[in-house]
């Protein structure tokens, strides 16, 4: 046996704990993003963006040694269709109270469509997201508000940003208009 066989063995097995580290990649596409305000809301909002994120793990590396001979084989371990991508709609708008009183908290809901205004289902929730924000916003100010919303598919075209609540200091509550939200956009 050679006096350098254990090193060699050593670094086969370095090799193969950094060939395993694998690496996470995203690419991104922006969305169409359309708002709509309610007559009279105490919630101004503007300047509504949203993008697709898929993210996805690069292919893993695996070396599998070979006692037999002095080469060894290279398995990828996420070959297509065993390493899913994921699919995640984040976007952003700028809220604006434009009431004569405080605000302590309100809602948006987000609505996430396909090319043929079908909404695109969540992931476990029903066709939209409710952002619920509870910070104080005084009269006259503006908030950016974030979102992220994981989706099933790339299927993705639009996404639609409406104030449906909103709850001032006084502890009044302020409720959007009954109407099915699908039907506004």
Same mark, same amino acid.
Request: net charge positive.
């Given at each position: &046996?050679? %006096?350098? $066989? %254990? !090193?060699? +063995? !050593?670094? &086969?097995?370095?090799?193969?704990?950094? !060939?395993?580290a694998g690496a996470v990649s995203? &690419?991104? +596409?922006?969305?169409? /993003?359309? #708002?709509?305000? =309610?007559?009279?809301?105490? #919630?101004?909002? *503007?300047?509504?963006?949203?993008?697709l994120v898929e993210t996805y793990t690069a292919p893993t590396q695996v070396m599998v040694?070979? /006692? *037999?001979? $002095?080469? /060894? +084989?290279? $398995? =990828?371990?996420? +070959?297509?269709?065993?390493?899913? /991508?994921?699919?995640?709609?984040? @976007?952003?708008? !700028?809220?604006?109270?434009?009431s004569p009183h405080h605000i302590e908290a309100f809602s948006l809901a987000i609505v996430v469509f396909d090319a043929f205004h079908? %909404?695109?289902?969540?992931?476990?929730? @029903?066709?939209?997201?409710v952002q619920q924000v509870v910070e104080r916003l005084p009269r006259g100010a503006s908030k950016r508000v974030t979102w992220e919303q994981p989706v099933g598919s790339a299927d993705v075209y639009e996404v639609a940003v409406i104030v449906t609540r909103?709850?001032?200091?006084?502890?009044t509550i302020w409720t959007a208009p009954n109407e099915e939200l699908l039907d506004i956009f």
């Open positions: &046996m050679s %006096p350098h $066989r %254990p !090193l060699v +063995r !050593l670094a &086969m097995v370095g090799a193969c704990c950094v !060939l395993a995203a &690419m991104q +596409r922006t969305l169409k /993003s359309k #708002i709509h305000n =309610y007559k009279n809301a105490p #919630i101004d909002t *503007k300047r509504s963006q949203a993008a040694g070979d /006692s *037999k001979a $002095r080469t /060894s +084989r290279v $398995r =990828y371990a996420n +070959r297509a269709g065993l390493a899913p /991508s994921v699919f995640v709609v984040s @976007g952003e708008a !700028l809220c604006t109270n434009v079908q %909404p695109v289902q969540g992931g476990g929730q @029903g066709p939209f997201l909103v709850r001032f200091e006084d502890g």
